[in-house]
Structures are given as C-alpha cells and as structure tokens.
C-alpha cells in the first residue's frame, strides 16, 4: 500500500488524534479558586489541558473566572459556613434519635 491510500491514512490518523486531543481532558477540581493564586491556577491548568472545575465563595468570582477562561472552567459557588451548617443540622437530627 503506498502513495495517496498511505496518504489518506496518514490524513485520517492525524484527524482522529486532534478529536481526541479536543474531547479527551482531564478533570481536576480546585478548592479555593477566588483566593490569591487559585485564577492563575485555574488559568494555568486550562491552558495545560484539563477541564477545570473551581469553587467560589462569591458568585462574582465565579462569574469572572468563567467569563476569562476558553469554556473549561466549570466555577461553583461554595461557602463553606454553609456547608458547616447544614451538616450540623443534618448531625443534629441523627443524634436525636440515639
């Protein structure tokens, strides 16, 4: 097999590579990502490849860590304190009933 059916493979070969390359990431998950370093972070690892999902304590970093990135950045708000209280509650009920 030689000349343009080599050729077509080759072509075809590089294709199926660059689809994978645009649809096979990994994901990683950054905590904290509105603090000091976490957008250079989440920017830093966008760029490397990976889809980023990044929480937030405010819905305006969130916003804007989705708004600087090329659409793999994923940003969450997550407050902490609620989360605390809502497992306290939670706790709160289950030891009632010991």
Same mark, same amino acid.
């Given at each position: 097999?030689?000349?343009?059916?080599?050729?077509?493979?080759?072509?075809?070969?590089?294709?199926?590579?660059?689809?994978? =390359? =645009?649809?096979?990431?990994?994901?990683?998950?950054?905590?904290?990502?509105?603090?000091?370093?976490?957008? /250079?972070?989440?920017?830093?690892?966008?760029?490397?490849? =990976?889809?980023?999902?990044?929480?937030?304590?405010?819905?305006?970093? /969130?916003?804007?860590?989705?708004?600087?990135?090329?659409?793999?950045?994923?940003?969450?708000?997550?407050?902490?304190?609620?989360?605390?209280?809502?497992?306290?509650?939670?706790?709160?009920?289950?030891?009632?009933?010991?």
């Amino acid at each position: 097999m030689r000349g343009p059916a080599v050729a077509r493979l080759l072509h075809c070969a590089d294709h199926v590579r660059l689809i994978a =390359y =645009y649809y096979l990431r990994l994901v990683t998950v950054v905590l904290g990502a509105d603090t000091l370093a976490g957008p /250079a972070l989440v920017h830093s690892l966008e760029k490397r490849g =990976y889809v980023v999902i990044a929480s937030c304590a405010t819905a305006e970093a /969130a916003e804007m860590l989705e708004k600087r990135s090329k659409g793999f950045v994923r940003a969450l708000v997550l407050r902490p304190q609620d989360v605390c209280h809502r497992f306290r509650e939670s706790y709160g009920r289950h030891t009632d009933h010991a």
